[in-house]
Structure formats: C-alpha cells, structure tokens
C-alpha cells in the first residue's frame, strides 16, 4: 500500500521563482491531508529542482529539457494515488483550491479549474481555439488549456500515446476526455499572475499547432465533424462554379466538375474514418 489517495504534480522548467512562491504551502498542506506531490525537473539550469527537495517533495529529473506535456506523462506514470492533481509551478494557482477539485471526483472523471477571460495579445488567438474546440467538440469548453485539474489516474493511461509532448497536452486530454464521453466539470477558480520567467508559448507558432492539433484529435474521435462540412462547403462551390460556366459559356467548367467529384470523395472518405474510429473504441471496450 503506498498511503496516498491523492497525487499533485507539478511540470517545471527552470520555475525556481515560480515554485519559492507556493510550495512551501502545498507541502504543508499535503502533510494534513496525506497527499503526494511530485515535482518534475524538466532539465531546468536553475535551482528549481533543489527548491522542491527542500521543500520535501518527490523530484523526478528529467536529464534535458523534453516538454511540458512530457514532464506530465513522467508525473502520472510515477504517481501513487489514485486521484491526480496537476497544476503549474509559475504560482498562478492557490494549494487552497485543489480541495474544490478532487471534491469532484468520482461524480466527474476529470475536473478543470477555468481561469478567467484571456486578456492581451493571445486573448482574440484564444477565443478563435476555443469557439473551434467548442464546435468540434460539442461542448462548451470555459479553459480549453487549463494546467490545473484534477482526474482519476485510471481514465488518463488510454489517452497518453496520443498526448504531445508539448504544452498542448491540456488541450488533448480535454478533447479526449470529451469525445469519449467521460464526465468533465469546469470549476471558476482565481489565478494569479504567474511569477519568475517569462512564458515561452509563441502566439503564431504554438497557436497553429494547436489549431492543427484540435483538429487532429477530433479527427480520431468524431472524424464527421470535419469531413461533413468541408465536403458540404465543396460541393457548394462546385455547383456554383459548374451553374456559372454552364451559364456563361455553355458547358460545366473542369474545375466545377473536379471540385464536386473531391467534395464526394472527402464524405466518403469521413465515413470511412468515422467506421475506423468506431472499430478503435469497440476494441478498448473488448
């Protein structure tokens, strides 16, 4: 028996700062209520791995610098406890909290703490991710990237080979947990501005691959949900190019044609897909 209900870890990357901030509270905390806390070293060249083994917490190092959804999959296959909280080590969130999320467990799969609107430059990127998420997903999604939520360990182990090892872990798991129907709850939960280094998340460069990663995971899970509109929106333009040309100069127009013949073939090609990711979750039910 390893004691431990409850797992917190904690991803950092030279979060020295960060993690000076809030630790010292979570592990007194996690003393009171029996809980583990790992923080992972993600070959950070600051004291950041130190500062949490004074702190007593459990450090697993990695030996370069691998991505923060890499120091998450680290962090879950060494937890003990059956419940898994993670959260950032940049000081946004309050130990105080995590009672309100793991509160949740067992009504819902995974609880999410929402932070507030995005405000600044990536504020208009986010909301566009989001209104895609909210679509592609059917779901209202409140915090599409959330780093601090909690769920229980045994629901996350059949996702982990398609999470990334970058910072759009967050983002697979919440599509995952979604497409396959297991149980999510937002909880409003105040975030403070995060101390130490700055963010390295590029608004164009990890937006986009957000963006394509959205639509990849959808994909696996409800592969309708992308191919139906696009061949919708071909055949459309097909038609009109065809009417046009037979209009204009008495014959329908090779372009009008080709494009009607790739919007058949994209619906039947999502069908395909669909009957595929049928076939993948039948076979994790067996």
Known sequence: MNGYDVTIIIPAYNEETGLAKFLNDLM??????????????????????????????????????KGYGASLKTGIRNANGDTVVMMDSDGQHDPADIEKLIGQIGEYDMVVGARGQSKGMRAPGKKVLSLVANYLSGMNIPDLNSGFRAFRKETIFQFLHICPNGFSFTTTITLAYLRSAYSVKYLPIPAEARVGRASNVSFFKDGYKTFLLIIRVIVLFNPLKVFVPVSIVMMGVGILFTIYGILRFGRAPNIGVLTILTSVLLFFMGIMADQISALRRERKLD
């Open 28 to 65: 007194r905390l996690a003393g009171e209520k029996n809980w583990e806390v790992i923080v992972i070293d993600d070959g950070s060249s600051d004291r950041t791995a130190e500062i949490a083994a004074e702190s007593g917490a459990r450090v697993c190092r990695h030996p370069y610098n």
